[in-house]
């Protein structure tokens, strides 16, 4: 059991210091700014997306740089099991170790149901679902290996409740707060973790790209998107940032948070308190 009393000790500045973390989709928007907050808290680092060699190498070497960690990168294509697989394996050769899994990978597309293109479902399902499935099931022998784990699904306010044209993302996203609980049930007594974060717009390339199909969907501006869309679902009228995000996963791979597990935790300006 584990109720002696502990002395009360503050959270140190490099809490994560000796742990490693990949965050899948993190040569961009929120996975970069989860990769940037993890390395500030002492966690080695394995970067993962698409993107322009030349850049992401300046983006790992900055990290490293910035941070004092070791920052590596894997091309794995997340609808590509066999990808997945071997940067599960090469984290775990290279590192001996894997502390932290953060499934962020994730695209959209906007189309009515009865328009939606069928390869479009199967590759946000892939991305967004089916690659968190993979990199779970791969983590989780070493995760048991350390008695230490944590992993962290960035879900989305679509992971609870439903909007209009997005029906892939919608279906993968309640995927994976699914995904999440019984992740958390699987493993609850051997110190390991898994949550799901669930935002609701974030400014990042991804809702960037939403923009002008929305305005294309409802025959509006941009501006209106934003204001009368994409916000009008968010109280608090703001988007939530990427710092705000780094900071929660960061404090979810902490101690303090050894016993939050299978939670959809909303981060959406009170949005699905409607
Ligand atoms: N931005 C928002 O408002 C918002 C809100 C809720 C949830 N989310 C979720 O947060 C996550 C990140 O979104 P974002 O807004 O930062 O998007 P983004 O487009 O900025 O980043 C997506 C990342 O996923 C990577 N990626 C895409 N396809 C991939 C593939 N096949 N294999 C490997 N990597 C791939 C990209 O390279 C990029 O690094 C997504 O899961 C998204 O659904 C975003």
């Known amino acids: 059991m584990n109720i002696s009393l502990k002395p009360q000790t503050s959270q140190p500045a490099?809490?994560?210091?000796?742990?490693?973390?990949?965050?899948?989709?993190?040569?961009?928007?929120?996975?970069?700014g989860i990769a940037r907050a993890l390395a500030a808290a002492g966690a080695d680092i394995v970067l993962n997306g698409l993107g322009v060699a030349s850049e992401i190498d300046q983006t790992r070497e900055?990290?490293?740089?910035?941070?004092?960690?070791k920052a590596s990168y894997s091309p794995a294509?997340?609808?590509?099991?066999?990808s997945i697989a071997e940067m599960i394996a090469a984290t775990i050769a290279q590192s001996g170790r894997l502390d932290i899994l953060?499934?962020?990978?994730?695209?959209?597309?906007?189309?009515?149901?009865?328009?939606?293109?069928?390869?479009?479902?199967?590759?946000?399902?892939?991305?967004?679902?089916?690659?968190?499935?993979?990199?779970?099931?791969l983590a989780l022998p070493a995760m048991r290996r350390?008695?230490?784990?944590?992993?962290?699904?960035?879900?989305?306010?679509?992971?609870?409740?439903?909007?209009?044209?997005?029906?892939?993302?919608?279906?993968?996203?309640?995927?994976?707060?699914?995904?999440?609980?019984?992740?958390?049930?699987?493993?609850a007594e051997?110190?390991?973790?898994?949550?799901?974060?669930?935002?609701?717009?974030?400014?990042?390339?991804?809702?960037?790209?939403?923009?002008?199909?929305?305005?294309?969907?409802?025959?509006?501006?941009?501006?209106?998107?934003?204001?009368?869309?994409?916000?009008?679902?968010?109280p608090n009228k703001r988007f939530a940032t990427v710092e705000e995000l780094g900071a929660l996963t960061v404090f979810l791979a902490t101690e303090a948070a050894a016993s939050i597990t299978g939670i959809a935790l909303p981060v959406d300006g009170g949005w699905t308190a409607h």
């Open 102 to 137: 953060v499934n962020n990978a994730g695209i959209q597309h906007v189309a009515p149901l009865d328009q939606f293109p069928v390869e479009k479902w199967d590759q946000i399902l892939a991305i967004n679902l089916t690659s968190a499935f993979h990199t779970t099931r």
């Open 62 to 69: 900055q990290l490293a740089a910035e941070f004092g960690i």
């Open 190 to 234: 051997e110190g390991i973790t898994c949550n799901a974060v669930c935002p609701g717009y974030v400014y990042t390339p991804l809702v960037e790209a939403q923009i002008d199909g929305q305005a294309k969907a409802h025959g509006v501006s941009r501006d209106q998107v934003i204001r009368d869309v994409l916000l009008v679902q968010q």
């Open 146 to 187: 350390n008695g230490f784990g944590r992993i962290i699904n960035i879900a989305s306010a679509h992971g609870l409740v439903g909007s209009p044209f997005k029906a892939a993302y919608v279906a993968a996203k309640h995927g994976i707060v699914g995904l999440t609980k019984v992740t958390a049930l699987e493993t």
């Open 77 to 82: 294509d997340m609808t590509r099991p066999k």
């Open 14 to 32: 490099r809490a994560l210091a000796g742990k490693v973390a990949l965050v899948t989709g993190s040569t961009s928007g929120i996975g970069l």
